[in-house]
């Protein structure tokens, strides 16, 4: 076996691209087949055998992952050119990423994706591989993105810097041109040089069909995806000594698994404690109850069931909230840990959310909601800078059209979020482990609770004002001080801890209480007369909001104390609030022109 990865050479045949399989959104019930039930929180049956420095599975519930394609995120260069439709490599690399580390660890992330690392096929009428999907031999390294220097050099760039390397991994197939029995494989394969190595051919068909999903091939006679044997002994030994490899040689701190349930689940424990890192499955399903079984025999999914749904749930004004409330709720009582789980709305596999949302608040309520529920929240990059490409290849834009700007209003709406998350996790030693809750809602708004944080995402869009009553279960504290950390304002809870909250042209709103804040607001917060109840109607106290900014922001001498209920602090060391608002289309990729309203 050859397990020590290399350099590949440069394939002379075989281009890349991007198949579009399709989500299966409305599976039925659980899947066939036999799967080995997990023992403990969001992890594998079989112990896992942790590397010595590497993250448990509890350790992740705290960080928030950038993930990047590798090819489109950074050459160097600001001028590359880079055409989405030519489905070719544009150039990123590795050594490109670990170049604009300041840029991801501005805006609060705390480990970053790659894609794939692995050789993979040459050129095809698909396109070429610069996304790492269809691989080759996995015992080299792409060399389009790099050396195995580069690559160990971007691991330790980020653990400098406290920060963590996930790489995403192809398991499931080989990529082939020859999408048929005829298919003869080489050297080229690496290990699996023989037929015996794969499946015998068939198409996935029937996505029903439990059998077929796991041992059936993916792809078009064209570009195929070869089935590998992984009901094979031998195969499934090389598969863990493998991983264990790559992990250990490249410092690897996760692995995002691919195509997931296109394998047997009992396939999963041994490959998961080989690794001895966390692992996070893609299975690309809609079903709570499809998803489920997948998280007993790996640490975390990707939640595709709530992805849609918030999808669905701000496509449009006045949306139905009830099947995303429905989802949350089934997503607590079927899986195995809600809080391990991978929450996004955007990946390179789904159309962009701002090609289908194009009211910016509806956008930014989406766009938070993965910061104030369950999980590890993902952002897909470009996602801060109105990337807006819709389905694969257009949402695979290449980031340097943006210069890597640092102004914008996404940028800062997303490094509010991730310092709002890790205040809200300094302030209480079980924020990560509450499972959030939907304390309220109705036709507008959403009330989550995750305390000490509370969130209110509303779908009334840009045009749309209101109020929404907090109740008293929402877990914010009785009679105290409340803040919207993304305006900086607040206001005081009754003596039940409800509250009568207004919704400014459909805003989100993450709410601390002032005392937890820390540094959130520097430039002190604004009082506002928001209604506190039915039973006290006590304004905001603007003193007490002053004294708490004041010691937040101690550190500096320029901070301003919190001014009266209808104006807002100033002062060189005044908070802009985050307001989604004044986005307009430009550029190659569809950036958005992002404004920050004072």
């Not at 070869?226 to 195969?235: M, N």
């Not at 490899?245 to 349930?261: E, F, H, P, Q």
Request: hydrophobic letters at 35%.
């Amino acid at each position: 076996m050859r397990l020590k990865l290399a350099q590949a050479k440069p394939m002379t045949y075989g281009d890349l691209g991007g198949l579009w399989f399709g989500p299966r959104i409305n599976a039925d019930g659980l899947p066939v087949g036999t799967y080995v039930p997990g023992g403990k929180e969001g992890s594998c049956s079989e112990p896992i055998h942790r590397l010595t420095n590497a993250l448990s599975a509890a350790e992740w519930r705290d960080k928030s992952i950038y993930q990047v394609v590798t090819d489109r995120f950074s050459t160097g260069s600001l001028t590359t050119p880079c055409y989405t439709t030519d489905k070719a490599y544009c150039g990123g690399t590795w050594a490109g990423i670990t170049a604009r580390l300041d840029y991801i660890q501005g805006m609060g992330f705390d480990a970053v994706w790659i894609s794939p690392i692995t050789s993979n096929i040459g050129n095809t009428t698909e396109g070429q591989a610069y996304h790492g999907y269809w691989p080759m031999d996995f015992a080299t390294l792409n060399s389009h993105f790099g050396t195995a220097d580069d690559l160990k050099a971007l691991s330790a760039a980020l653990h400098t810097r406290g920060m963590y390397l996930m790489a995403d991994v192809v398991v499931n197939h080989v990529a082939t041109t020859q999408g048929s029995a005829a298919f003869v494989p080489t050297s080229d394969y690496g290990e699996f040089d023989t037929s015996a190595d794969f499946h015998p051919f068939c198409w996935v068909t029937d996505d029903k069909n439990q059998t077929q999903v796991e041992q059936c091939w993916l792809g078009t006679s064209t570009l195929a995806l070869a089935d590998i044997d992984t009901e094979s002994t031998s195969i499934v030994a090389y598969m863990n000594t493998w991983i264990k490899t790559l992990v250990s040689d490249y410092s690897i701190d996760g692995l995002r698994i691919d195509t997931v349930k296109h394998i047997r689940k009992d396939f999963w424990p041994g490959f998961a404690s080989s690794a001895g890192v966390f692992t996070m499955g893609e299975i690309l399903d809609g079903s709570v109850a499809y998803n489920a079984p997948y998280q007993d025999v790996l640490d975390s999914v990707l939640n595709y069931p709530l992805y849609y749904q918030i999808m669905y749930a701000f496509q449009y004004v006045n949306a139905n909230l009830g099947a995303l409330v429905d989802v949350h709720n089934s997503l607590l009582s079927s899986m195995n840990d809600t809080t391990l789980l991978g929450t996004f709305v955007d990946n390179h596999d789904q159309p962009r959310l701002a090609s289908l949302i194009k009211d910016t608040a509806l956008l930014g309520n989406a766009y938070t909601y993965p910061f104030i529920t369950d999980g590890v929240p993902i952002v897909y990059y470009g996602q801060e800078q109105g990337f807006s490409g819709g389905a694969d290849p257009a949402n695979r834009e290449p980031m340097w059209t943006s210069s890597y700007a640092t102004d914008g209003i996404g940028y800062a709406l997303f490094k509010k979020l991730t310092a709002a998350r890790k205040q809200a996790g300094n302030s209480s030693s079980t924020f990560y482990t509450n499972k959030a809750t939907v304390s309220y809602y109705d036709a507008n708004e959403i009330v989550i609770s995750k305390p000490p944080m509370l969130a209110i995402l509303s779908n009334r869009g840009s045009s749309g004002s209101g109020s929404v009553t907090v109740p008293s279960n929402a877990s914010l504290p009785e009679a105290a001080e409340v803040v919207d950390i993304l305006t900086c304002t607040s206001w005081r809870t009754d003596k039940n801890g409800a509250s009568v909250v207004s919704v400014s042209n459909g805003q989100p709103q993450v709410i601390l209480p002032l005392a937890n804040i820390g540094t959130l607001c520097p430039g002190g917060v604004t009082a506002s007369t928001i209604t506190a109840g039915s039973t006290d109607t006590t304004p905001a106290n603007p003193s007490s909001s002053a004294a708490v900014a004041s010691a937040s922001a101690s550190s500096s001498s320029t901070s301003s104390a919190a001014t009266p209920s209808g104006s807002t602090a100033s002062g060189s060391g005044a908070e802009k609030s985050i307001r989604l608002g004044g986005w307009s289309t430009v550029g190659l990729v569809g950036l958005i022109g992002l404004t920050t309203l004072l």
